[in-house]
């Protein structure tokens, strides 16, 4: 079934549409790492759509997957039509992962991968391809290294597709998730060298489903020893003292184990941890 055009798109954004339906039909068989976030389910729909029963998408499931966003993986397949599966990684078991260098994300797209390929094994001929976009390139992301020496493909970034042209064709298709914030693993709250475990990750967890549940959608909470910093857009700082009291702030993230809170009156920053890493 093709996707239809819900709203109008520009015709360098269209054209750009076309070209990604284009090379995920001349793959022909598809196996799509899917985490349910906006580029991967473009991705998942377009191979629905020029694919059929011939597209699969895999979420890899770990502690460093919130379980809500699992939730919303599934149902994000569900109406997108195609074929999903999840599978466990054990990334955690992996000192390379869970001593948190600043290479951590090769050991966690390494460990995906080797799932995704036994998952291809089973699915004659499939390429398994993933929803890197152009921007990513730009980025520290080891993770991008891994991949391709898995020989995975991603057709955004072979295509100069960027994040606002993937929310802006999502938003045209229909699609409800055209705006959902970026929600990068878990782990990436971590500073470098600080320990992840499967506790401490649960922590962050908890802590930003409680956020979201109450108003924020876009946050982050960085660890900082045992305590939380907590990163919001700039202009949503004050909405967060102000809609919220104080102290149930505090108690609830003592109440899940964190020793202090503090509000990072930056704001939120993608990639901010890597400031660490370039000293």
């Known amino acids: 079934m093709v996707l239809k055009l819900q709203e109008p798109l520009s015709e360098a954004k269209l054209h750009q549409l076309e070209l990604l339906r284009s090379t995920i039909k001349k793959i022909g068989?598809?196996?799509?790492?899917?985490?349910?976030?906006?580029?991967?389910?473009?991705?998942?729909?377009?191979?629905?759509?020029?694919?059929?029963?011939?597209?699969?998408?895999?979420?890899?499931?770990?502690?460093?997957?919130?379980?809500?966003?699992?939730?919303?993986?599934?149902?994000q397949?569900?109406?997108?039509?195609?074929?999903?599966?999840?599978?466990?990684?054990?990334?955690?078991?992996?000192?390379?992962?869970s001593q948190?260098?600043?290479?951590?994300?090769?050991?966690?797209?390494?460990?995906?991968?080797?799932?995704?390929?036994?998952?291809?094994?089973h699915f004659p001929n499939a390429q398994v391809i993933d929803g890197v976009n152009f921007d990513d390139l730009s980025d520290h992301r080891p993770g991008i290294?891994?991949?391709?020496?898995?020989?995975?493909?991603?057709?955004?970034?072979?295509?100069?597709?960027?994040?606002?042209?993937?929310?802006?064709?999502?938003?045209?298709?229909?699609?409800?998730?055209?705006?959902?914030?970026?929600?990068?693993?878990?782990?990436?709250?971590?500073?470098?060298?600080?320990s992840i475990t499967s506790l401490r990750l649960?922590?962050?967890?908890?802590a930003e489903k409680w956020l979201i549940d109450n108003g924020f959608p876009e946050v982050r909470v960085r660890i900082q020893g045992f305590g939380a910093k907590l990163e919001l857009p700039v202009d949503r700082i004050h909405d967060l003292l102000t809609t919220i009291q104080r102290e149930e702030i505090v108690d609830f993230f003592l109440s899940i184990g964190f020793s202090s809170i503090s509000v990072d009156l930056e704001g939120l920053i993608s990639g901010k941890l890597n400031r660490e890493k370039e000293k």
């Open 100 to 121: 948190n260098p600043s290479d951590r994300c090769f050991a966690c797209k390494q460990e995906l991968h080797k799932h995704l390929a036994k998952i291809a094994d």
């Open 202 to 206: 649960n922590q962050v967890a908890l």
């Open 145 to 194: 290294d891994a991949a391709r020496i898995a020989g995975v493909r991603s057709p955004l970034a072979e295509n100069k597709i960027q994040k606002s042209t993937i929310r802006a064709i999502s938003k045209a298709l229909g699609f409800p998730w055209w705006d959902k914030p970026s929600q990068p693993c878990l782990a990436s709250r971590f500073p470098y060298g600080e």
């Open 29 to 75: 068989k598809v196996c799509v790492a899917y985490s349910g976030g906006v580029d991967s389910s473009l991705i998942a729909a377009i191979s629905q759509e020029q694919l059929g029963e011939n597209a699969i998408a895999i979420t890899g499931v770990s502690d460093s997957l919130a379980p809500y966003l699992r939730k919303e993986a599934k149902q």
């Open 77 to 97: 397949a569900h109406w997108i039509g195609i074929r999903h599966q999840e599978c466990l990684t054990k990334e955690l078991e992996n000192p390379n992962y």
